[in-house]
């Protein structure tokens, strides 16, 4: 198999979305993309409901998985502020024998899903570095 798991992470607002889609369209190949942000669009409207993020994190990793399983390489993107967030992806690209890359974004755009200031400063505060990521900012 010569596919793998990409993971990009960044504070919200970050650009995670509109990287992962430039990255998709310079793939030949077989791609999938998902973040947790998705599970959460209805009606093509993104609504936050945080009783339904538990929800979305496990959407995300059940298709990541099941794509990686079946050939796609993968994108995905979330904030992982902390390495134990990525942890489970980690484990099982390694469990499957799949390469993986860890991009970090560090540029800072107006988001489009209204994060408060003191909730970002939070997690930037918390933010972990990943040993080989490539930091992009």
């Known amino acids: 198999m010569s596919n793998k798991l990409i993971i990009i992470r960044g504070l ?7 990287f992962s889609k430039k990255l998709m369209s310079k793939f030949e190949g077989p791609i999938k993309h998902y973040e947790a942000d998705m599970f959460l ?3 093509g409207i993104y609504t936050f409901d945080i ?17 990686l ?14 390495i134990s967030e990525m942890k489970d992806y980690l484990k099982y690209a390694e469990s499957i024998n ?3 890359e860890v991009y970090r ?12 200031d003191s909730t ?8 972990q570095d990943y040993p080989g990521e490539t930091i992009i900012g």
């Open 12 to 18: 919200p607002g970050s650009g995670k979305t509109t």
């Open 41 to 43: 669009i209805v009606n």
């Open 51 to 67: 009783t339904k993020l538990s929800q979305a994190h496990s959407w995300c990793r059940h298709n990541t998985f099941k794509s």
């Open 69 to 82: 399983s079946e050939g796609f390489t993968v994108i995905i993107s979330n904030t992982f502020t902390t």
């Open 98 to 100: 799949i390469p993986v």
């Open 105 to 116: 974004l560090t540029t800072q755009f107006k988001g489009i899903h209204d994060v408060p």
């Open 120 to 127: 970002i400063k939070k997690m930037k505060a918390r933010f």
